[in-house]
């Protein structure tokens, strides 16, 4: 079952821009995560937010979480042309231990 | 993709055979998970083990299965009960007390079954 929805599907921007993702999801969580995907590479664990938390950056990245509205969007700041590939949030449901991963969003940065 | 190891990184495969994909990691981690990835969508859990010997379903575990023999290694076998097999397998790990904190993974297999 997949929890999480990510809007857009897609997104390019010019380096330097910004580039928001937008995550929604269904039930309780104990957290939230964002992971990025070089094209047919594995993930990499980018960020966690726990679900009494609102808002952590990380270098230029910064994820908000909204429990009330099952929603978490990640900024990435002065983007540059290597920030290029997919982004997934993940949710740790409510007392378990497992990760569900959102469709998530191709980010396409031009140089 | 930090000390998990998949091989092969391409699989090919006739209809009706069955596979096994390898994963080794030497991360020291006790748990371990190997996702399903279609394109264009986000990965789906086929079966996870949170410690040797032992291991569960996850949400598409039907024409697959798993063994945990060793700490450092969780093979996962696509049979040919697995309707629509093709696909990119990604293996991961973690601690056992943070799997659900963070997980690491491997560069993935892609299975193609004609």
């Known amino acids: 079952s997949q929890q999480g929805e990510e809007d857009p599907q897609a997104l390019s921007i010019q380096e330097g821009e910004n580039a928001t993702m937008n995550c929604s999801y269904k039930?309780?969580?104990?957290?939230l995560q964002w992971y990025r995907q070089n094209s047919g590479r594995g993930l990499v664990h980018l960020i966690l937010?726990?679900?009494?938390?609102r808002e952590k950056h990380s270098g230029r990245l910064r994820v908000t979480l909204d429990t009330s509205k099952k929603s978490s969007s990640l900024l990435i700041t002065a983007s540059r042309a290597a920030d290029t590939a997919s982004y997934f949030c993940?949710?740790?449901?409510?007392?378990?231990?497992?990760?569900?991963f959102g469709t998530g969003t191709r980010l396409q940065v031009f140089p | 993709d930090g000390g998990i190891t998949q091989s092969p990184k391409y699989l090919f495969r006739k209809e009706g055979q069955n596979v096994t994909l390898s994963c080794e990691q030497n991360l020291n981690h006790d748990a371990m998970y190997w996702y399903r990835q279609d394109p264009g969508q986000g990965l789906r859990l086929i079966y996870y083990s949170q410690i040797v010997n032992d291991f569960q379903k996850g949400d598409i575990a039907e024409g697959y299965s798993v063994s945990r023999e060793k700490k450092e290694s969780f093979p996962l076998t696509v049979t040919s009960a697995q309707k629509n097999p093709t696909a990119f397998y990604l293996c991961?790990?973690?601690?056992?007390?943070?799997?659900?904190?963070?997980?690491?993974f491997g560069p993935g297999t892609r299975l193609t079954v004609t």
């Open positions: 993940a949710t740790v449901p409510y007392n378990t231990d497992k990760l569900i």
């Open positions: 937010i726990r679900s009494n938390e």
């Open positions: 991961a790990s973690s601690p056992r007390d943070r799997g659900a904190l963070e997980q690491y």
């Open positions: 039930t309780s969580i104990n957290n």
